[in-house]
């Protein structure tokens, strides 16, 4: 335990940039803010996502209570400005940004109203004596698929290509095919619920069985109740 409090209080630049290269992000820069805040700026490809985005990651170093921050950003995902885009698309977009945000627990989809932005971020806790390296890993993995799943959907969305009723009644399906793919068959769920009953039926057996040799004993035990009772 005392090896991973030092490791966690001691976040360093090198463990960021091993953290980020062992997923496949070989172009980065990582500096230190101050004492406490440390940023890293990448980015990524990939086949769902060839034109490729930017990240930029801030890490707040755990504090006295022990509990630091990471937060990753994917900057510029796309551009809807009001002045060039269709008030009509525009609504259709943010109902499914609003949809997302509703939907995925803990990847967050926002809209400047400036400049048009939508921006995905994900934060997550950096806790003292828990695997720093691997959070911080999996927080900016969720930010990329996040990304490469949705950002493609929105840009037809925006450009009028897809309505949001047909985004969602994809997301809809793709949620009840995965629901399905997860439930356990009938006949596991009966052989399930056969044991539950075994089990249940031998716990109430075992209790009875103990209250009753509980019982004889304190009799055994204790002849003179018994001998006052019966004369009562």
């Known amino acids: 335990m005392g090896g991973d409090t030092v490791a966690v209080q001691s976040i360093s630049q090198e463990l960021?940039?091993?953290?980020?290269?062992?997923?496949?992000?070989?172009?980065?820069?990582?500096?230190?803010?101050?004492?406490?805040?440390?940023?890293?700026?990448?980015?990524?490809?990939?086949?769902?996502?060839?034109?490729?985005?930017?990240?930029?990651?801030?890490?707040?170093?755990?504090?006295?209570?022990?509990?630091?921050?990471?937060?990753?950003?994917?900057?510029?995902?796309?551009?809807?400005?009001?002045e060039s885009t269709s008030p009509e698309h525009l609504c259709q977009l943010l109902m499914a940004i609003s949809y997302l945000n509703y939907r995925l627990p803990v990847v967050k989809v926002g809209y400047d109203p400036r400049d048009g932005e939508v921006r995905f971020s994900v934060e997550a806790p950096l806790i003292l004596g828990e695997n720093i390296k691997e959070c911080i890993q999996e927080t900016v993995k969720v930010a990329i698929v996040a990304v490469d799943k949705y950002k493609s959907d929105l840009i037809r969305i925006r450009d009028g290509e897809e309505s949001f009723d047909d985004f969602y009644k994809k997301q809809v399906s793709k949620q009840e095919d995965a629901d399905q793919s997860q439930e356990v068959p009938e006949s596991e769920q009966r052989r399930i619920l056969a044991g539950l009953l075994r089990s249940l039926a031998e716990l109430i057996e075992s209790e009875a069985g103990g209250s009753e040799e509980a019982e004889k004993s304190e009799q055994t035990q204790n002849p003179s109740a018994e001998a006052e009772t019966e004369s009562d």
């Open 16 to 82: 960021v940039e091993n953290a980020l290269r062992e997923i496949g992000l070989e172009r980065l820069f990582v500096h230190e803010v101050s004492d406490h805040i440390m940023m890293a700026l990448t980015g990524w490809k990939s086949n769902e996502n060839p034109d490729g985005d930017h990240l930029a990651i801030q890490i707040k170093r755990p504090d006295e209570k022990g509990i630091g921050i990471i937060s990753v950003q994917v900057l510029g995902v796309l551009h809807a400005r009001r």
